[in-house]
């Protein structure tokens, strides 16, 4: 059964409430297990935090926006809001990747003072713990409800967790080993992962930004239920789709014969639109009719009717 898009909007802004509250509960625990270790490296971890906390109010307000309906100024909806958040949380991974490496770099250059750290990893790791139970949820909730927002959060959230545990590893080694500069050193291999992570984030929501038709998948779909309902008509081509949030805008040519009046027409556009509406999720379909002599049989998105 297919849930409501209220339903779909009213849950993911549930999602993205609790997001900020465990972000910031993240925090408080990770900067403790700095302040009673000293470590460079759990330093810069709850900074990362921090931006996660950032990032989490940048999805909250994409979504509340996003969710608004189509009104005279946006006639398609507001449905990009998420991708501009999407970047903006690719933005914010560079950020917190610099500032890690900063720290990193002081601490290469005028040494570490390591104490407590047993507590201080033990309080971070609890940290991880949560952030990668709530990272697979958000990647999980976002990818059904269609929110770029909530995936991009969620997938940063996992370069949280990576951080915490690249730490962890790297405090532990120094400890053992006595190489205090370890510390310091992985937090800045950790780094350079994540401002890889925020790169690949940023250029896939530009790139959806930028009106990315649908996948292939949805894509075949659209022509085969074009197929089924198009009886009475001749040809369907200049298939485009455009992704944009939650809405899938799809327009296409159809051919009909010119001697049929336009009620007759009509009718069948109805019944396209209406079928693929019910077929793809959150799709909005216009069509342009056209006589014979504009069919184009050899063109490879044809649809022959
Ligand atoms: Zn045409
Ligand atoms: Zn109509």
Redesign the pocket.
């Known amino acids: 059964m297919a849930t409501e898009p209220r339903d779909i909007e009213s849950k993911i802004g549930n999602i993205a409430r609790v997001n900020i509250a465990i972000a910031l509960a993240v925090v408080v625990l990770k900067y403790i297990a700095y302040e009673v270790s000293g470590s460079v490296a759990l330093f810069s971890d709850a900074l990362e935090s921090l931006v996660n906390v950032v990032t989490a109010v940048a999805a909250l307000a994409a979504i509340r926006v996003s969710s608004k309906p189509a009104d005279s100024d946006h006639p398609f909806g507001h449905h990009k809001a998420e991708f501009l958040a999407a970047m903006f949380v690719g933005a914010m991974i560079a950020v917190a990747a610099v500032l890690i490496l900063i720290k990193a770099y002081s601490g290469l250059v005028y040494g570490v003072r390591l104490e407590n750290s047993a507590l201080g990893i033990a309080l971070n790791a609890s940290a991880a713990v949560v952030n990668a139970a709530w990272a697979s949820m958000l990647v999980k909730q976002g990818t059904s409800g269609r929110s770029p927002a909530l995936v991009a959060d969620g997938h940063h959230l996992w370069t949280d967790v990576i951080t915490s545990v690249g730490v962890i590893i790297g405090l532990a080694l120094a400890l053992l080993t006595g190489w205090h500069f370890l510390d310091p050193l992985i937090a800045a291999i950790v780094a350079l992962n994540i401002l890889w992570m925020g790169y690949k984030i940023a250029m896939q929501s530009m790139s959806r930004l930028l009106d990315q038709a649908a996948s292939p998948e949805i894509e075949r779909s659209i022509r085969g239920v074009i197929e089924t309902n198009g009886v009475g008509a001749r040809e369907a081509?200049?298939i485009r789709t455009r992704q944009a949030g939650r809405a899938l805008f799809i327009e296409f040519?159809l051919?009909v014969p010119g001697s049929m009046t336009v009620d007759e027409a009509h009718v069948i556009c109805d019944r396209l639109e209406n079928s693929i509406e019910r077929t793809i999720e959150g799709s909005e379909v216009v069509i342009?009719v056209?006589p014979e002599y504009?069919a184009?049989p050899d063109e490879s998105g044809a649809v022959p009717l």
């Open positions: 081509h200049d040519h051919v342009h056209e504009k184009k």
